[in-house]
């Protein structure tokens, strides 16, 4: 039998969506991203507000990125009680579903118009400390599950189950509880009543009852049992208090926090907590999510200089590497998004200085400066990925990286030091980026193998000694006229730019 494939699905964002849209009959509850093989789908539970079914409705979707950014704008159909999912853009991580129109069956019951969500007051919950909680707990056994006390507000009726209904509407669109039965079953007057009656009724069973024929010594047995039983269950009361009740409070606002986008109050009230529930997951969760949201990446490989000892940064993002504390392979090395916190904007100077074993680096699409001398002495060096971002090469940034035979430098990159490339003696190909107008003394002296050069914009200046000691170069492909050219001033000692085949590609 062959083995089933499992696919794994990954979960980008899950949101409850709070607001209302004044008189509508249904109601967004929660938008869920999730993402399988690569493609990115939606889920969105709405809920009706009213007794009236089936019912169908229209939803503007407007998407945004890890950044809040706009990420597209989709319309779609529902139809309540059937689950559908619809697909998302590649980038989206949030999600805001606005209810346009809803209908019944053909008939059009309502539409948005210039309708604006309301933020409804938050209900009041059912807490155990409520003298007619027991009471409440009985009268809604097998009828509904009670969570807040039911209410009224802006022409609206909330459920005990939380659930907003319409203020015509007679029976709850989530649980099916009728209005009229939770108006008599919560009733303040009547629960005292029905307490009343069912603690009479317990303090007549005769099982309960006491008799006055024990003896005396009996009785006081009984009366310290009865005080030791009562500071038991007060203790017993703080404990709950403590470990259970004020955590599971504290758990949920940090999971409203990181809802709203409060990464840092999220990150500190799940720290916080340890080992209730999740919470560790939960803040190592909500970690990532602020990085996402500091890099705009949807991938962020984030570390600490605790977990990483090999690595430190200074508060502007200066990265550095202690190379003698790296315990990783030098076949792949790629530097990360984030240190401590940190987004890591630049790699110091001698950042791979001497790393003779250093085959391929993927650089973190965060970067914006490879400092000076970052790869010199790399022999091994074969294979460099650039980051998107990355716009300056420092002086003597791959010098004498012999096992170079091939570089492409992006079009994000604006500036390149003295002595780049210098003795690359194995470097035969170089694509030099739009963003390289000028090309910098020494930058390609000694290399002994360079054949073909490619620019990616015209240039105004060769300096002093760039193509020095490079007798194997025989084409160069220039971006721009024969005139343009000609008009490039070339300093001393590039010798072996004359004769040269110059192909011009504009």
């Known amino acids: 039998m062959e083995n089933e494939k499992t696919t794994d699905i990954k979960l980008i964002s899950d949101r409850e969506q709070k607001e ?48 809040r950014a706009d990420a597209g704008t989709d319309s779609v159909h529902l139809t309540l009680g059937e689950e559908t999912v619809f697909p998302c853009p590649d980038n989206a991580v949030y999600v805001h579903s606005l209810v346009e129109q809803v209908w019944q069956e053909d008939d059009l019951l309502w539409e948005r118009g210039d309708r604006m969500p309301l933020s409804l007051p938050e209900q009041a919950i059912l807490w155990q400390t409520d003298p007619l909680y027991d009471q409440i707990r009985r009268e809604c056994e097998g009828v509904v599950q009670p969570v807040f006390r039911p209410d009224t507000v802006e022409g609206l009726w909330r459920c005990t189950c939380g659930q907003i209904n319409l203020e015509e509407t007679g029976t709850c669109g989530r649980c099916h509880t009728g209005r009229k039965w939770l108006d008599e079953h919560f009733d303040e007057a009547y629960l005292t009543e029905e307490k009343r009656i069912h603690d009479e009724m317990e303090a007549k ?14 009785s006081d047995r009984m009366k310290m049992i009865a005080i030791f039983a009562g500071m038991g269950a007060a203790l017993l009361l703080v404990i709950l208090t403590v470990t259970l009740i004020i955590p599971s409070i504290r758990y949920s606002k940090a999971d409203r926090l990181l809802s709203d986008g409060e990464f840092d109050g999220a990150i500190a009230l799940f720290t916080d907590l340890e080992n209730f529930r999740d919470a560790e997951e939960r803040a190592a969760d909500a970690t990532y999510k602020k990085a996402q949201n500091l890099t705009g990446l949807e991938e962020v490989y984030l570390t600490t200089s605790a977990e990483q000892p090999c690595f430190s940064i200074t508060e502007d993002g200066i990265l550095s590497l202690r190379k003698d504390d790296y315990t990783g392979s030098w076949d792949h090395f790629v530097v990360p998004d984030m240190v401590d916190g940190i987004i890591v904007r630049e790699l110091d100077k001698n950042f791979f200085l001497n790393c003779k074993d250093l085959v391929e680096v993927t650089l973190s699409d965060c970067l914006e400066v490879l400092g000076e001398q970052t790869f010199f002495n790399c022999e091994s060096l074969t294979t460099v990925n650039f980051g998107a971002n990355l716009h300056t090469l420092g002086p003597r940034t791959f010098i004498n990286c012999y096992a170079l035979t091939e570089i492409t430098i992006p079009d994000t990159i604006t500036k390149i030091g003295l002595r780049a490339f210098n003795s690359c003696t194995s470097l035969r190909v170089v694509h030099l980026g739009s963003g390289i107008t000028k090309v910098p003394s020494y930058l390609f002296s000694c290399c002994y193998s360079l054949e073909r050069v490619s620019f990616g914009a015209p240039i105004t200046a060769i300096d002093e000694f760039a193509f020095s000691e490079c007798p194997a170069l025989k084409k160069i492909y220039y971006t721009g006229t024969a005139a343009e050219w000609k008009a490039v001033v070339i300093g001393d000692e590039n010798e072996a730019l004359n004769g040269v085949e110059v192909v011009f590609e504009k």
């Open 205 to 218: 069973n005769p099982a309960k009852k006491i008799t006055v024929s024990r003896s005396k010594i009996e």
């Open 20 to 67: 209302y849209l004044p008189l509508c009959p249904v109601q967004v509850q929660k938008n869920t991203i999730t993402e399988n093989e690569g493609k990115r789908m939606l889920q969105v539970s709405v809920t009706p507000c009213t007794d009236k079914t089936p019912l169908r409705c229209r939803l503007t979707l407007h998407f945004t990125d890890a950044r």
